[in-house]
């Protein structure tokens, strides 16, 4: 049961942190706070287009993400060549 319960708390502060990133991209245009979440992830942050990107494309996907960003995330993605 303790594993349980600590998995779900990892899961909620991945969705916590993934989020904050995604928002601070897509409504900010602020790329650092997706740079500092991709790193934490152990992943190597590639070129800010990309990064942005990846931003968009995870707005488009994510549930609970308004309907004005995702739809400002589609327009993104189909300018800079991207599918959604």
């Given at each position: 049961m ?22 601070a ?10 740079r500092e ?15 942005y ?5 995870y707005?488009?996907?994510?549930c609970?993400?308004p309907?004005g ?6 327009i ?9």
């Amino acid at each position: 049961m303790r594993a349980k319960r600590k998995y779900r708390a990892q899961i909620k502060d991945f969705i916590k942190r993934r989020d904050a990133a995604v928002l601070a991209a897509v409504r900010d245009n602020n790329i650092e706070p997706m740079r500092e979440f991709v790193k934490s992830e152990g992943i190597e942050p590639g070129a800010d287009r990309a990064l942005y990107a990846t931003a968009h494309k995870y707005c488009c996907n994510i549930c609970n993400m308004p309907a004005g960003l995702k739809a400002k995330s589609k327009i993104w993605l189909e300018e800079n060549g991207f599918k959604y």
